[in-house]
T-cell receptor, first 111, second 115 residues
């Protein structure tokens, strides 16, 4: 079964706008990671946030983590056509090396 | 640095046939994962190795799927016999030695079509 659930399932925005997607998970975690997948390609790691961190930035990406609510959000600012992809959250287990993925959010950036 | 290599990239087989996928992880990575990704869904973990030992295979359909990691390096995933519902992309990933706070590096995947 999937550990994380992303919301929304799909998102369509205009170039230059911000895109926000959320991830909820069920069990305790060591870390939460976000990955991007372009159509027909492998997954690429974007950012990792540890369970004792609340916010992290990387370029145009901002990730927040609320362990009390078991949720995370990914914000992409000033979106570009190249950001069109599926985005997945993945949780790293507390006591193992297991990496479990959610169902993903498909983002379409219109030019 | 070379990435995770997978082969073949594409495979079409008939149901009830067998198939094998190969993965060569990044050198020195202790953790190796096999995921199944059905179209429109997220990756589902099939099996996870730490060096050459199995850490988790709770979602591996063991009546038809098997996997091994040779000398803690390369890995093969086999399906025998294949069913129509096995049509998916099979992704291999590896992660560095040690702790849990590390990213996974993915290969390009093998797209399997069972007809």
């Amino acid at each position: 079964s999937q550990q994380g659930e992303e919301d929304p399932q799909a998102l369509s925005i205009q170039e230059g706008e911000n895109a926000t997607m959320n991830c909820s998970y069920k069990t305790s975690i060591n870390n939460l990671q976000w990955y991007r997948q372009n159509s027909g390609r492998g997954l690429v790691h974007l950012i990792l946030i540890r369970s004792n961190e609340r916010e992290k930035h990387s370029g145009r990406l901002r990730v927040t983590l609320d362990t009390s609510k078991k949720s995370s959000s990914l914000l992409i600012t000033a979106s570009r056509a190249a950001d069109t992809a599926s985005y997945f959250c993945a949780t790293g287990g507390s006591n193992d090396y297991k990496l479990s993925f959610g169902a993903g959010t498909t983002v379409t950036v219109r030019a | 640095e070379a990435g995770v290599a997978q082969s073949p990239r594409y495979k079409i087989i008939e149901k009830r046939q067998s198939v094998a996928f190969w993965c060569n992880p990044i050198s020195g990575h202790a953790t190796l994962y096999w995921y199944q990704q059905i179209l429109g869904q997220g990756p589902k973990l099939l099996i996870q190795f730490q060096n050459n030992g199995v850490v988790d295979d709770s979602q591996l359909p063991k009546d038809r799927f098997s996997a091994e990691r040779l000398k803690g390096v390369d890995s093969t995933l086999k399906i025998q016999p294949a069913k129509l519902e096995d049509s998916a992309v099979y992704l291999c990933a590896s992660s560095p030695t040690g702790g849990v706070n590390t990213e996974a590096f993915f290969g390009q995947g093998t797209r399997l079509t069972v007809v």
